[in-house]
């Protein structure tokens, strides 16, 4: 029997408490005021009192109006028939489609034991030079994409979607701007992927507590298609807009904020979203690519510095393109030691020499004369950046490769490039 | 268990109010009854009649009136043979037998025992009939791994104790008695191989605390000729993410000269776990020749699993520690990261409403620090014998900033500090353990004067290439320039490491001293160089022949040809030995 409560004793922000009794934590509670229905999640236990966050705001709340407490907690369904459809943070279709009710599952569930987890050592190929060469995206990784607002990062989701060698694709959104949202739905259409995706969207206009559900919704429907054997890609933007909610409802709660107004608790927040991603021992796995927009460019915000801790490296986009510094897959040398031999010295010896190269820049910047030495640096850093960085190049890893061992040899003698000689040998070219 | 029952009258989070009749103690160890399960939690604070309690699993589903039952006992480890190899959760249940009872997922209120009920071990006596014993003395032996695993008195036993009897040579459970001792009173008590120490207590049945001055050996070049660890000390590598904490400690698992590693992964990514789970069953101890797994205890506590447990979980490492260093063993404990740690416990003393100190984490945060740290030492046992547990904790300070309050509390007690750098990294270089901050109180396996000769070099090299920035290099004389290229290529050829290589990541104490006598010959010479563009051509060669000779095995053809080569190169420009710059042979050794 559900039970139904008609005085609220107090309304702050998305926050109302009930006194209400044999009420269980974290369960939901269907909420009626005079602008219609709206969910209700359990955050707090004291006594008879008890704290719900209601998903569409606090707003016109009246302390009359109904709380019908549903005795469960919060769910979503799970079928095939999530492919291509759309869907909002409480789980009601954004779409004109059907609502789905069958096959509930409970969602922000408990983790996956690591010892059933088994290495991430497969590839997963984009066909961007930049991913695919020097910070090759590997199944089962988590990975931000750290952007200042501005730069193209859905659009580089967007691609990523389309390119990416996954059998699912489950798209979040949070704070998501509206024309973005028609963005991504017009080029998953036009790139023919979005039959095999399915997306959760929470706009900037859509309530705050809505954008806290996003990322477990979306998480533990790539969890279920995972464990049916199927390599799902999450992609998630923008998390910061997720943290910021978290700030919003624990500021509301009074809880002692530690770090700029976040809550304590937002590393392991964080945490139990991206360590979603996981490789299954004889089943599916699921990949997480995260964008993360750091206020002011500054790294050391509390959000993208949290993140950077949990996941295991971060793409920079930085004036259109992935930064070669900072930018880091940590899980690359799981795989590159088997796309090619020559694929990791060369990888590090570019990069090295691009740091080089970039040092050099600030000298001529600064008007020093230009040594030999820097003649080549100079000429190396342009031709680096033209071939391999841009984002519009589409060229598969073997192909990437080759292109920087002609680059090397364009610019530099085979032991100046600090490679081990036994692979200079083998594979600088001959002109 | 205690009969002293409860009822939850709050939940916040993970912490949960009870009130309760009866007696209740300060850490005391209580199950939440919901929905047929029993979540572990631990009493963190008492008032009046309630207590409050953080529960170590996700708290949702609990409602007021459910039941809490008390069992008067502290979080312990249960301590005996079979723990190495094992790979446990925060609060030491076996995560395989996790797996096998609840399938993928973590499901809560699962636990398992720590060690093995069923498993027979080959228990020989060595205590007499009649012989008095104190806590901390071995009553017999039993073989686990390459080690001899000794059967000890139980550390909480008091005061003198009388061997009354003990079981003949042969094979018992952890559970089943094998000796009854009694105490000044003539009270029997029955001991078997395995007993229960609180892991928030240190283990103190040892005869004296040493100075720790024996090397441990890393392998790593940069710590071992440079920022030494010394068995029984302690170090902290805090750096920015990224900057290759976790590798530094993965490679330094793998080839420390030690006994036994206890890896604390806590509060850190479980990727990096099954790595290790992965890798060391297939790796050989360069020691013993056997599985790096039996060396091994992995106590894991990934950042998604529950924020209580992973407070626990260090104490839990630093107890098996301490359980193996009595057998007079030499134990590394790796601890990644004590951020984490720090702010699980950030976590609950927000919750439970304390003033905050300084990015709110609670005032206590470096006593606590300071008493963990403080459990690694060298000490000598009641027989005589000697062993040791090294704490190696990384620290993840917020921003890469190593002013926040969790790095400065754990720099005030450690002994050596290896402050990693975001430019070092950057540059793919590794380690990068920054040699203009970081620091060591402990000796280095090299002669002390070469290796601040080397230090010098790299503190000359780095001033001349920051004035450089500002000058250019057209405004840099020759002697400064070459001193600059110097300090470059002891970088390259020395501080950094090619941890994928075999050969080049495991680099002995012979080596390092052998490779430094012929690096410091080619830094302390003069060479017959026209111009800039001359010199760095030459120092580009040497580098590369000296890069090279890091992938040759030691003392090989190879590792000899290379030698020669270099020899080579040296005599080409007119290599001579500097005695201005040779000054440093006059030196105290440090």
């Not at chain 2, 039941?67 to 446990?88: D, H, K, N, R």
């Not at chain 2, 409403?353 to 000490?379: D, T």
């Not at chain 2, 014998?385 to 309050?405: L, W």
């Not at chain 2, 750098?421 to 901050?437: G, M, N, T, V, W």
């Amino acid at each position: 029997m559900n039970k139904v409560y008609n005085r609220i004793e107090s309304i702050t922000g998305n926050v109302i408490t009930v006194k209400a009794d044999g009420v269980r934590y974290k369960e939901l509670a269907q909420i009626s005021t005079r602008f219609g229905k709206s969910l209700a999640q359990v955050n707090k236990i004291e006594g008879d009192l008890v704290s719900l966050q209601v998903f569409a705001g606090g707003q016109g709340v009246s302390t009359g109006d109904e709380v019908r407490f549903l005795g469960r907690e919060m769910r979503v369904s799970f079928s095939e028939d999530l492919l291509g459809r759309i869907f909002d943070g409480s789980g009601a279709p954004r779409d004109n489609g059907p609502v789905l009710t069958e096959n509930m599952q409970p969602i922000g569930g408990p983790s996956v034991n690591p010892t059933r987890r088994i290495l991430a050592n497969r590839i997963m190929r984009t066909n961007i030079p930049m991913i695919d060469m020097f910070n090759t995206l590997v199944v089962s990784q988590k990975l931000p994409i750290f952007s200042i607002s501005g730069e193209p990062y859905n659009q580089l989701l967007a691609r990523i979607a389309m390119q990416a060698e996954a059998d699912v694709i489950v798209l979040g959104g949070m704070g998501l701007k509206y024309d973005d949202f028609l963005y991504f739905k017009d080029a998953l259409s036009k790139g023919g992927a979005l039959s095999k995706t399915v997306m959760f969207i929470h706009t900037a206009s859509d309530p705050t507590v809505e954008c806290m559900m996003i990322p477990d919704m979306v998480l533990a429907v790539a969890e279920q298609f995972a464990l049916q054997d199927k390599d799902v890609l999450v992609l998630l933007t923008d998390m910061t807009n997720f943290a910021d909610a978290m700030k919003e409802i624990a500021i509301t709660q009074e809880q002692v904020p530690s770090n700029r107004g976040y809550p304590g608790d937002l590393y392991s927040q964080l945490a139990s979203r991206y360590e979603k991603a996981v490789d299954f021992a004889d089943s599916g796995s699921v990949t997480v690519l995260a964008v993360t927009t750091m206020p002011g460019d500054d790294v050391t915000h509390p959000v993208p510095d949290n993140t950077g801790y949990i996941t295991e490296g971060q793409y920079y986009l930085k004036g259109g393109r992935i930064e070669p510094f900072g930018s880091l897959s940590r899980l690359k040398q799981n795989v590159n030691k088997k796309t090619r031999e020559d694929h990791r010295a060369l990888m590090d010896a570019m990069i090295r020499l691009y740091a080089s190269y970039k040092e050099t820049l600030e000298k001529k910047n600064m008007g020093f004369s230009m040594s030999r030495w820097d003649e080549k640096l100079l000429k190396y850093g342009e031709l680096f950046e033209k071939k391999l960085m841009s984002l519009s190049v589409n060229l598969p890893l073997e192909g990437a490769l080759d292109l920087g061992w002609e680059i090397l040899a364009e610019c530099f003698r085979k032991d100046e490039t600090g490679i081990k000689s036994d692979l200079t040998d083998a594979f600088w070219p001959e002109k | 268990m205690t009969e002293n029952k409860g009822k939850v009258i709050s939940v916040n989070g993970n912490l949960v109010s009870v009130a309760f009749d009866g007696n209740v103690s300060m850490n005391e160890i209580c199950y939440v009854k919901v929905d047929g399960a029993a979540l572990k939690s631990e009493v963190i604070r008492i008032r009046g009649s309630v207590a409050q309690i953080q529960v170590y699993e996700m708290t949702d589903g609990i409602q007021c009136g459910d039941e809490v039952e008390f069992t008067g006992e502290m979080l312990s480890a249960e301590l005996g043979p079979g723990l190495l190899g094992q790979i446990y959760d925060g609060l030491q249940n076996p995560l395989p037998i996790l797996a096998e009872q609840a399938g993928w997922f973590l499901e809560r209120g699962i636990y398992a025992d720590g060690l093995d009920a069923e498993k027979k071990w080959e228990f020989t006596p060595t205590a007499a009939v009649g012989a008095v014993l104190r806590a901390g003395e071995p009553i017999g032996t039993v073989p686990e791994g390459p080690f001899t695993h000794k059967i000890f008195v139980p550390f909480y036993l008091l005061g003198n104790y009388t061997l009354k009897s003990i079981v003949p040579k042969g094979e018992y459970t952890v559970r089943e008695t094998v000796a009854v001792i009694t105490d000044e009173r003539g009270r029997e008590i029955p001991l078997s191989m395995s007993f229960k120490w609180p892991v928030k207590r240190a283990v103190k049945c040892y005869r004296e605390r040493l100075a720790p001055v024996e090397n441990m050996e890393t392998k790593v070049r940069l710590i071992d000729s440079f920022f030494p660890v010394a068995k029984g000390g302690t170090y902290c590598i805090p750096g920015p993410f990224g900057a290759g904490k976790t590798v530094l400690q993965h490679t330094t698992s793998k080839y420390a000269d030690v006994d036994i590693v206890i890896i604390a992964a806590c509060g850190e990514r479980a990727g990096e776990v099954v790595e290790t789970l992965t890798e060391f069953p297939e790796l050989k101890d360069p020691r013993t020749g056997r599985s790096l797994m039996e060396r091994t205890i992995i106590i894991c506590n990934t950042s998604s699993m529950p924020v209580a447990s992973r407070e626990a979980s260090v104490y839990t490492s630093v107890t098996l520690a301490e359980y193996y260093r009595q057998m007079g063993l030499h134990v590394l404990l790796l601890a990644d990261s004590t951020s984490r740690w720090a702010q699980a416990l950030r976590e609950m003393s927000g919750r439970l409403e304390e003033i905050p100190g300084e990015e709110a984490f609670p005032a206590y945060l470096e006593s606590y620090i300071a008493a963990f740290y403080e459990r690694a030492g060298y000490v000598r046992l009641p027989d005589g014998s000697t062993g040791s547990v090294t704490i190696g904790g990384t620290v993840s300070p917020a921003g890469g900033n190593f002013e926040e309050p969790v790095t400065q509390a754990t720099l005030k007690v450690v002994g050596a500090f290896h402050g990693l750098s975001r430019e070092r990294s950057d540059a793919r270089k590794y380690p990068a353990i920054d040699p203009l901050i970081s620091w060591s109180k402990y000796r280095c396996v090299i002669d002390g004067r070469k290796s601040a000769y080397c230090k010098n070099i790299i503190h000359q090299g780095n001033e001349i290439g920051s004035m450089m920035k500002v000058i250019g290099e057209e405004g840099t004389s020759l002697d400064d320039y070459i001193i600059y290229l110097k300090a470059e290529m002891l970088d390259a050829v020395y501080l950094q490491q090619n941890s994928f290589d075999p050969v080049d990541a495991n680099c002995g104490t012979l080596r390092q001293r052998y490779v430094t006598d012929k690096l410091i010959s080619v830094l302390s010479s003069r060479y017959t160089l026209h111009d800039k563009e001359d010199a760095r051509g030459f120092f580009n060669r040497m580098r590369q022949k000296f890069i090279d000779w890091n992938y040759e095995e030691f003392e090989s053809d190879g590792f000899r040809k290379g030698e020669e080569e270099i020899d080579a190169l040296y005599r080409e420009r007119d290599g001579r030995e500097d005695p201005v710059q040779n000054s440093w042979k006059d030196g105290e050794e440090a």
